[in-house]
């Protein structure tokens, strides 16, 4: 973990502050201690589990006070979905997007029915940022027990006065301005402006200081004004997307601007699945975010393994080929389920689902999931008759050195997790995309837009 996220969170819940409320400050210091991961430009996505009788506790004292004497409360998950969309009237920019898409894609005839959007540059950032319109609606339903100017204080005054970075943070800096620079999607502006605001041609190590004045100053915005005031015209969310216009952007702002629609978070019903124990003890429920988040494919993952009745410990090679079995045909099939959730009401997720429960209840699919982990099941079954993998894969760790082949790890995702004295818990992971997102970092606020483009592909004009 970062010292300096625990940190922020730890004193929020000491201010008598609910998990979301410390979420919410350690996602904020995340984004200015680890800029290559997270962060204003980027995209957001929470869980939360809150007890049905759970208010905003006024004191922790009191919190701890209303705990006593009870047994396990059942608890209310939902899923916040900040993943951001694109503005309202995007077609135009879309048709443009297509053209570029086409020309700089030099693959044969037969394989361009559909244009792989690129990692990063002015053709990878589509959507206008979803992590602060989500930090603020997670305020608004899960906190009030401590002023938002307050929660991003943390962020703001290591901003401002600085933070020390340490082994981890250099290595990860220097690896991710090293791609950027290396993929050359950048155009001369861009790219130079890159360069003065991440230091890229001589990278701070480990113990040096790095300050932001510019990220300070939205932060301050966002604390003083909100969501609102961030996101207006003149606000760091409209400047950046004006930036990256400017620098070969296709995707424009309405002339009227930004609309709440185009950055607001939305609250979904998770996903959820039941995982058996392989020795036949204890269930527990895993949930996640639904629609545009890859948790349906973990879900999926786990509803093979425990239709499959593997056992880890004692059977490790046939664990391992299950496992990779299950990825890659759940892996083959995410990209045409992935979808947006927000285009369905909850209401309507739940009846399709065959749910007659009350909405608030937040029902469980498990029914429906523990039919699709059967079917995927009997899928990787046939995988394992075929003995697809079997010669790569053994049972006594004949690619015990494989690991030292494989490429480092890129940082690309952070997550928080915090839990209150209420039972309140929260999981809120954010993202970039690739790291420092498209590359496209506005000098004047100090932050990156993300690559939300990356990994799919626009289809090419009928």
């Not at 690991?403 to 952070?414: F, G, L, N, R």
Request: aromatic share 6%; hydrophobic share 40%.
């Amino acid at each position: 973990g970062n010292p300096y996220a625990t940190a922020a969170a730890h004193s929020i819940l000491l201010a008598g502050g609910t998990a979301a409320e410390a979420a919410i400050a350690a996602a904020a210091v995340l984004g200015v201690v680890e800029p290559y991961n997270g962060g204003l430009g980027g995209d957001l996505f929470a869980l939360v589990a809150a007890p049905y009788d759970a208010g905003v506790p006024s004191s922790p004292r009191k919190a701890e006070a209303s705990q006593r004497g009870k047994s396990v409360r059942p608890l209310r998950v939902t899923t916040l979905n900040g993943s951001g969309r694109a503005p309202t009237g995007v077609a135009p920019s879309l048709s443009a997007l297509r053209e570029q898409l086409a020309r700089e894609d030099h693959r044969p005839a037969a394989e361009r029915a559909a244009h792989p959007i690129p990692k990063r540059g002015p053709l990878s950032t589509l959507t206008v940022p979803g992590a602060t319109g989500a930090l603020c609606e997670l305020y608004v339903h899960h906190g009030g027990a401590v002023p938002w100017e307050l929660l991003l204080q943390p962020a703001i005054d290591l901003a401002l006065n600085g933070f020390v970075l340490s082994e981890h943070t250099a290595t990860a800096w220097r690896q991710g301005v090293s791609e950027v620079m290396g993929e050359g999607r950048l155009g001369a502006r861009a790219e130079a402006d890159f360069r003065a605001i991440w230091l890229a041609d001589d990278p701070p190590s480990a113990g040096d200081t790095f300050v932001n004045v510019e990220l300070a100053r939205s932060l301050a915005l966002l604390a003083r004004g909100g969501c609102d005031a961030f996101h207006d015209e003149d606000g760091p969310i409209s400047h950046a997307l004006r930036y990256a216009s400017v620098n070969g952007s296709p995707l424009q702002l309405p002339a009227s601007g930004l609309r709440r629609g185009d950055w607001a978070a939305t609250w979904e019903i998770p996903e959820q699945t039941e995982v058996r124990s392989p020795r036949g003890g204890g269930r527990c429920t895993v949930f996640g975010p639904r629609g545009n988040s890859q948790a349906a494919a973990t879900l999926d993952i786990l509803d093979v393994l425990s239709e499959l009745h593997v056992r880890p410990t004692r059977e490790p090679g046939r664990y391992l080929h299950a496992l990779l079995s299950a990825k890659r045909l759940v892996y083959s099939r995410k990209r045409t389920a992935l979808g947006d959730g927000s285009v369905r009401s909850p209401s309507a997720i739940a009846r399709q689902a065959g749910i007659r429960t009350k909405p608030a209840l937040l029902p469980s699919l498990s029914g429906e999931r523990r039919r699709v982990g059967a079917t995927l099941a009997a899928e990787v079954r046939k995988l394992f008759e075929s003995g697809w993998a079997a010669s790569a894969i053994g049972t006594e760790g004949e690619n015990a050195t494989a690991h030292e082949q494989s490429p480092a790890p890129s940082p690309d995702t952070v997550a928080v997790a915090v839990a209150d004295r209420t039972g309140q818990l929260v999981t809120l992971s954010q993202s970039l995309g690739p790291m420092f997102g498209s590359g496209l970092c506005d000098p004047a606020v100090g932050f990156c837009l993300q690559s939300r483009g990356y990994g799919f592909a626009i289809g090419a004009a009928a």
